[in-house]
């Protein structure tokens, strides 16, 4: 192949201060509807791999995140939760029987329902514990790079180009999971949850449609778009949560209808 032109992204640092910005943004102006049913919560675990890089060794993606989150609590059945996690992505294995590797930091956002199966408040004796799913709307950040002459040993004909790509990437993502939570105590409570994110973009890996060609009559051939592409991530971690703005107890009428 032709000699190949290193780019760097020179927004890169301005980029991550946006998101890091988004997430504060949407921290507080969740925080400002809490009343007295609201919980903050800090989440540690590790981080796995879905995607275009096959033949990976089990447990061997799985790599140190953490986050915290703010949750408010409409009653014990709905929540509305604002979360932030950051650590490292990565995996090793094969596309298309040639080695590949890739490793790292991401920074996650997202807003999501919190659906209890049971009434769960924390601290309260008479809404012990609950299984629970999650849904909503996030976006990731994290860097994209790719040399067009490592695609060239399993593609030929890729649609790369020549230059090598160094940028960072804000990506759309469809965040959902499921848990289970408990008391520790009147004010504190525990939780194991696994969560995933359905990406919008194909370049978590850096395999951006990695098998997208140019035919000899110059017509080029994808496999990957908007909705559809290869690439997801799972969180399985811990949360301890804190129960604050407690204010006064529950009316009757609020008891009457949630319990």
């Keep these: 192949m032709p000699e190949t032109i290193v780019i760097k992204n020179n927004y890169v640092d301005q980029m991550k201060k946006i998101v890091l910005g988004i997430a504060a943004t949407v921290l507080i102006a969740v925080s400002g509807f809490a009343q007295k049913?609201?919980?903050?919560?800090?989440?540690?675990?590790?981080?796995?791999?879905?995607?275009?890089?096959?033949?990976?060794?089990?447990?061997?993606?799985?790599?140190?995140?953490?986050?915290?989150?703010?949750?408010?609590?409409?009653?014990?059945?709905?929540?509305?939760?604002?979360?932030?996690?950051?650590?490292?992505?990565?995996?090793?294995?094969?596309?298309?029987?040639?080695?590949?590797?890739?490793?790292?930091?991401?920074?996650?956002?997202?807003?999501?329902?919190?659906?209890?199966?049971?009434?769960?408040?924390?601290?309260?004796?008479?809404?012990?514990?609950?299984?629970?799913?999650?849904?909503?709307?996030?976006?990731?950040?994290?860097?994209?790079?790719?040399?067009?002459?490592?695609?060239?040993?399993?593609?030929?004909?890729?649609?790369?180009?020549?230059?090598?790509?160094?940028?960072?990437?804000?990506?759309?993502?469809?965040?959902?999971g499921m848990g289970v939570k408990t008391h520790l105590g009147e004010r504190l409570g525990i939780g194991i949850e696994y969560l995933m994110r359905k990406h919008f973009v194909d370049k978590l890996d850096n395999l951006d449609d990695p098998l997208a060609f140019i035919n000899n009559e110059g017509k080029e051939t994808v496999y990957s778009d908007f909705l559809h592409n290869n690439d997801w991530s799972g969180y399985l971690g811990v949360h301890l949560t804190y129960k604050i703005y407690l204010g006064k107890e529950a009316c009757p009428a609020y008891d009457k209808i949630y319990r």
Aim: proline share 6%.
């Design 37 to 176: 049913t609201a919980d903050i919560g800090i989440w540690g675990g590790t981080s796995t791999y879905i995607g275009d890089v096959k033949d990976v060794t089990p447990f061997q993606s799985f790599k140190p995140n953490f986050g915290a989150f703010f949750r408010y609590n409409f009653n014990p059945r709905v929540g509305l939760r604002a979360m932030f996690l950051t650590g490292n992505i990565g995996a090793e294995g094969s596309i298309e029987e040639t080695p590949w590797e890739f490793k790292k930091g991401v920074q996650d956002i997202s807003i999501q329902a919190e659906i209890n199966f049971l009434k769960y408040r924390v601290g309260d004796k008479k809404t012990p514990f609950s299984p629970y799913i999650l849904g909503g709307i996030g976006v990731m950040y994290f860097p994209y790079e790719v040399d067009p002459a490592l695609i060239y040993a399993f593609n030929q004909n890729h649609n790369k180009g020549m230059t090598v790509i160094n940028e960072s990437t804000v990506a759309l993502s469809l965040p959902f």
